[in-house]
Each structure stands twice: as C-alpha cells, then as structure tokens.
C-alpha cells in the first residue's frame, strides 16, 4: 500500500479509493480515528490480527485502545469504488472536501490536503529522509 493520491470527499460523506489501494485492502476493511489528524485504513486481515492481539491483552490495555475499536467503521466499496466516511470520522480527522491518500506501506492514511502538505514538507526535509532510510537499511 504505497503512494500519495488526491481526491474530494462529495457531499454524501463518499471517498473515491483509487484502483492500486483497492486492490490491497480488497473488498471490505475498517477505517478509524487515529493520534494523528487522519483516518487511518487497515485491511480485513490487519484488522482482524490487531483483534487478536486486543484479545490477549489485559483489560486495562484494551482500554487504552477503547477509542480506536469503538470509532471504527467496516467499509465495503460501492460500484464506483467510493467508500462512505461517517460524519464521527471526518469530524475527527476535520476533512471538509479535498482530501491525500497516503499509502504507508502497511495501511492506508486520509488526510485534509492541507494538513498534509504541512506533514509532508516536514517529513521529507533530507535529514528526515536519511533517517528514515537508515531505519530501513535502504
């Protein structure tokens, strides 16, 4: 799951989902508030590993992740590959109408464009990159 798309949230609260993500996360998966102010998209199987390790933790952890799981919503794509964001989410995440994709490697990020390009010229200063890549062994 990789790249950086622009699209418009219409004004039903519907997100096109572009070919090359859908094609990752398949037909159904969950989207959901994160720390940060985005959305965050996981696939069906990262979902449903990250319940499994909910499962197995104490009470007081799973609480601490409470948020995460009771804001989630379970999305299936309609015939146009749009999705339908819930008004909790694109008020916690404050998305109006255009909108980045990113793709993270491991889940998929909705942010307002705005907010975006503020985190990306941060983010991909050189030595945030050399980082990063070292992180990696790249």
């Not at 694109?90 to 491991?106: D, F, P, S, W």
Request: aromatic share 8%.
């Amino acid at each position: 799951m990789i790249g950086t798309f622009q699209h418009t949230i219409d004004a039903k609260g519907r997100l096109f989902i572009p070919a090359r993500l859908r094609d990752e996360l398949g037909e159904k998966f969950y989207v959901t508030i994160s720390g940060e102010e985005c959305l965050l998209i996981y696939s069906l199987d990262r979902w449903e590993s990250a319940l499994d390790k909910l499962k197995a933790m104490p009470l007081e952890d799973q609480m601490e992740l409470r948020q995460v799981f009771a804001s989630a919503s379970k999305c299936e794509l309609d015939g146009q590959g749009r999705i339908q964001l819930t008004q909790d989410l694109r008020e916690h995440a404050e998305l109006v109408k255009n909108v980045t994709i990113v793709g993270t490697g491991l889940y998929v990020q909705i942010w307002d464009s705005e907010k975006y390009k503020v985190v990306q010229d941060k983010e991909r200063k050189r030595e945030n990159i050399k980082v990063a890549m070292r992180k990696l062994n790249f």
